[in-house]
């Protein structure tokens, strides 16, 4: 018995006082059950750090036509890649410090002052009378936002082990479902004069500034996230083209409805499906897998433009949210992958070095995407890979590089060196 008390006493982590890191350890050894307080608090938070960043896409074509900087209707996508581009620059050139800073001062200050960030610059975009003000509100909006790497670090601690695949996966679904909604509000309240003249007159504020409304409902919606802190593309921009072009000819309402289904439809799968597939397969087989069955859908786009009516319809909405559901499953695995890698006092800054390089590639690939997109719609009847299926070919290249990274010695499974040690 003596020796059984002493192996206990022993195998017991130590705790200390007035440690927050061993707090929190404390507060996991007592918790028993999934806290649900805390999960929905992390998810209203990212969902409220999500909704800008791709809120503005349905509208974005109508709004650089309105600002008068392009010349040419096929400039109009040149000029949108940039205004995408500048939230991502922002966020490139700041996440590794804002991941310092959480690690140094906490996770709390740092996530609040992202989400008071949506609340002001996402307000001043909305009001944006050129195209530099839009330029600028958006880098700052990106910049001074560094909650994402934070929330992931803060998820994988609060939570039990059993208990961090489902942490991890909410703040993917809250952060897909974002980027999902967002376009739906930006599409269903851009325009509101021009959609509902009976409601808003084009006399007053949103028929002056006919793309605030959206940017002002997503900033009062991050108001209740920053309460909760107490407690804690390229697709429109395709669909919205003309079809001469490639394009779809949808309006900013249509897209919307699109992305409304899609995003019903990826909160059912990560709420009630990933966890059981991450369990069987693992986070690097899905990832693979997704990124395999992502190649033939890209490719399948450009033909998808060739239909009409019912059939259109039906055929966007599913690829739409297949390809959501493939993309949050390659991004939760590798989420989940990242937060074992490293210890808890290293998370937020190898987070914050994650969201650097992601955030570059998402600054890059609007900018870049924009340019090819308005290059292709330039070149209609070339030999090689003519109008919009150039830009599908390279997002699949990108795509098939991505899955070649999964495998060794690029990618290994840091548990299975723990389990042969």
């Given amino acids: 018995m003596a020796n059984d008390e002493l192996q206990e006493k022993l195998l017991k982590k130590p705790y200390y006082e007035n440690c927050p890191g061993c707090m929190v350890d404390e507060m996991k050894e007592r918790q028993r059950g999934l806290p649900i307080t805390k999960l929905l608090a992390i998810w209203t938070v990212v969902l409220s750090a ?23 209707e096929e400039d109009i996508n040149f000029y949108a890649g940039y205004v995408g581009a500048s939230y991502m620059l922002g966020r490139t050139l700041t996440s590794m410090f804002w991941g310092v800073v959480a690690d140094r001062y906490g996770r709390k200050p740092v996530i609040f002052i992202g989400i008071i960030t949506v609340v002001v610059f996402n307000t001043i975009f909305g009001l944006s009378v050129n195209y530099w003000m839009a330029i600028c509100t958006r880098f700052l909006l990106g910049a001074l936002n560094g909650l994402l790497g934070p929330v992931k670090a803060y998820a994988s601690e609060i939570f039990r082990h059993e208990y961090q695949a489902v942490a991890l996966s909410s703040i993917s679904t809250s952060w897909a479902i974002g980027l999902i909604i967002g376009p739906a509000l930006g599409g269903f309240l851009a325009q509101p004069a021009e959609k509902y003249p009976a409601i808003f007159s084009p006399n007053s504020i949103f028929g002056r500034f006919p793309y605030f409304l959206p940017c002002l409902f ?105 390809k959501n559901v493939l993309s949050t499953s390659i991004i939760t695995g590798l989420f989940i992958l990242q937060n074992n890698a490293v210890e808890q006092h290293q998370r937020g800054a190898a987070n914050g070095i994650a969201m650097t390089a992601m ?63």
């Avoid at 960043?53 to 040419?72: E, G, N, Q, T």
């Avoid at 779809?248 to 709420?271: A, K, M, R």
Wanted: glycine content about 8%.
């Fill in 50 to 72: 999500a909704l800008p960043i791709s809120s503005l896409f349905p509208f974005l074509y109508f709004m650089i036509r309105d600002l008068h900087i392009a010349k040419r």
């Fill in 218 to 322: 997503i900033s009062l919606f991050a108001l209740i996230g920053a309460v909760c802190c107490f407690w804690l593309p390229i697709f429109p921009l395709w669909t919205e083209s003309p079809r001469k072009f490639g394009g779809l000819s949808y309006s900013t309402q249509s897209v919307g409805e699109i992305l409304t289904i899609t995003g019903c439809g990826l909160l059912v799968f990560q709420l009630f499906l990933y966890p059981f597939v991450e369990k069987m397969l693992g986070p690097i087989k899905i990832a693979r897998i997704s990124g395999v069955l992502s190649i033939p859908l890209l490719t399948s786009y450009p033909y998808i433009a060739m239909l009409s009516g019912v059939a259109l319809s039906v055929v966007l909405n599913c690829a739409s949210l297949l």
């Fill in 359 to 421: 955030s570059l590639f998402k600054a890059v690939g609007p900018a870049a995407g924009g340019a090819v997109l308005s290059w292709a719609q330039k070149r209609q009847h070339a030999a090689f890979f003519p109008g919009v299926q150039l830009v599908f070919f390279i997002l699949n290249v990108i795509e098939a590089i991505g899955v070649l990274m999964t495998f060794k010695p690029f990618l290994a499974d840091r548990s299975q060196y723990e389990s042969l040690n």
